[in-house]
């Protein structure tokens, strides 16, 4: 008996055949194969709250012959549907088979899409130094209620340097690896980020994505942390509920500046960035005020740098945070399901994608850091030929936000998040607020 990955069957392990270059996995057994049924707690949460769907039974392994899954089994292709309609996804992936791994889904690659060209990395350069020029200039001449349409295309351009910058760091936008460590420090500089502390720390992040306590970028709330004291909580209620489109001013301040986080190897280089940023800080801001005043530092470097931010916090919740997604710790921790089936990819309107050079689509990133940002279109299509049922995929939208902000808490090993309202509802007026203000839209 063959067993196919589909939509209607149960996933049967029967071997550990590894898929290659295939549009459909598939494994063989015999007729009393027993098929185990494993979807480690991914849709559970919230299954009881979707009209139609009966309550499921938490049961760890199931033995039975391949039958067509029932409608309402949390591994279903209808109920996948529904909860990606539910949190604002345009799908949500199968879970990957157990007896994958990460280099079989880099195997699927074509070798073109790690081709470092230069002609088009600095293209992306000229792109992103236009674009800035053109925001500045819109700064200067737009009346005071067309400045946040300024401030937004600013922002959002000075983004793109730091995609570049991120090239850089991962050895993918030249083959000259010094050009690549000068061109990406003077990227970071307009961003106060230094390059070096963040590109250690961003390499722990691709080894350990999702992974609790390792993984650099974001986690969940402890349930100890919150609980530890009332103004901590009432703090991390706002840095994760109303703010959190900022958040990452908050990890870039804690991570990025103390070079006791680094390793001794590290601290050179590490401090040379740091000089390199204050350097820029002590000659650039006072130049800025000397020219335009305060206010005009506020209207030309701190505005657009909060629009900045606002798009990396953005994109890094919007890559791997989700209700269904889950943090693992380290011996439960699967390097293919992490960075194929727990990353997500999505689409921004289009202006955006291209003054940010593509990091939206992410999920190829994540297979392989070393792919430049400009070949990640060619590399999602390559992966979704031959992974796309395993796939997550959503468009930017309120509904997304709103379910990343409001649900996607506080830790649970069996749930994967607890909300900041179901905790503590007396304190959560934030996220009640959320709640009720933000739109729906999908």
């Known amino acids: 008996m063959a067993c196919k990955i589909s939509d209607s069957m149960f996933l049967c392990l029967g071997t550990s055949q590894r898929p290659i270059r295939s549009q459909r996995i598939t494994t063989h057994s015999s007729p009393a194969t027993i098929c185990h049924l494993k979807w480690d ?59 994958v791994t990460l280099k079989d889904v880099i195997d699927t690659l074509p070798k073109k899409v790690f081709e470092i060209d230069d002609v088009k990395a600095w293209t992306s350069v000229l792109i992103s130094a236009t674009s800035y020029a053109l925001g500045i200039y819109m700064i200067s001449k737009a009346p005071w209620c067309m400045l946040p349409l300024a401030w937004a295309w600013t922002g959002t351009a000075i983004t793109g340097f730091f995609v ?29 980020y230094p390059y070096e502390p963040w590109r250690f720390k961003h390499d ?20 100890e942390e919150f609980e530890t004291s009332p103004f901590l909580r009432k703090a991390i209620i706002f840095g994760y509920g109303p703010f959190r489109p900022w958040m990452s001013i908050a990890h870039w301040l804690i991570w990025h500046f103390d070079v006791n986080k680094f390793r001794p190897n590290e ?14 800080m002590a000659i650039g801001w006072p130049l800025i005020i000397y020219k335009t005043g305060i206010m005009g530092w506020m209207k030309f470097w701190l505005m657009p740098w909060l629009g900045y931010h606002f798009w990396m916090s953005t994109f890094t919740m919007v890559h791997h945070t989700a209700p269904y997604i889950p943090f693992k710790s380290s011996d439960e921790w699967n390097a293919a399901r992490a960075q194929l ?26 297979i392989s850091s070393r792919i430049p940002s400009y070949n990640l279109r060619a590399a999602h299509m390559s992966i979704k030929e031959t992974w ?18 409001t649900v996607c808490h506080v830790y ?29 839209y999908a």
């Not at 601290?267 to 820029?280: D, P």
């Open 41 to 99: 707690n991914l849709l559970l949460k919230g299954i009881n709250h979707k009209k139609g769907l009966s309550p499921l039974r938490r049961t760890k392994v199931i033995q039975a012959v391949a039958v067509p899954a029932t409608a309402s089994s949390a591994d279903s292709a209808e109920y996948r549907k529904q909860l990606a309609e539910r949190y604002g996804f345009r799908q949500i992936g199968e879970p990957l088979p157990d007896n």
């Open 164 to 192: 570049i910058g991120h090239d850089c760091a991962h050895k993918s936008f030249s083959k000259n690896k010094l050009l690549e460590d000068i061109v990406g420090t003077l990227a970071f500089l307009p961003l106060i």
């Open 204 to 223: 722990r992040h691709h080894a350990k994505t999702n992974m609790l306590s390792e993984d650099t970028a974001w986690h969940p709330v402890w349930a």
């Open 267 to 280: 601290v050179k280089r590490v401090k040379i960035s740091l000089a390199c940023v204050f350097a820029f």
């Open 341 to 366: 089936n727990g990353t997500v990819h999505c689409d921004y309107p289009r202006w955006v994608e291209i003054l940010c050079h593509d990091i939206n689509v992410h999920i190829p990133h994540h």
């Open 388 to 405: 796309g049922p395993y796939l997550n995929e959503a468009k930017w939208n309120w509904r997304l936000m709103k379910t990343i902000m």
């Open 412 to 440: 649970n090993k069996e749930q994967n998040y607890i909300a900041f309202d179901e905790l503590a509802p007396e304190e959560s007026s934030p996220i009640i607020f959320l709640k009720r203000v933000m739109p729906d």
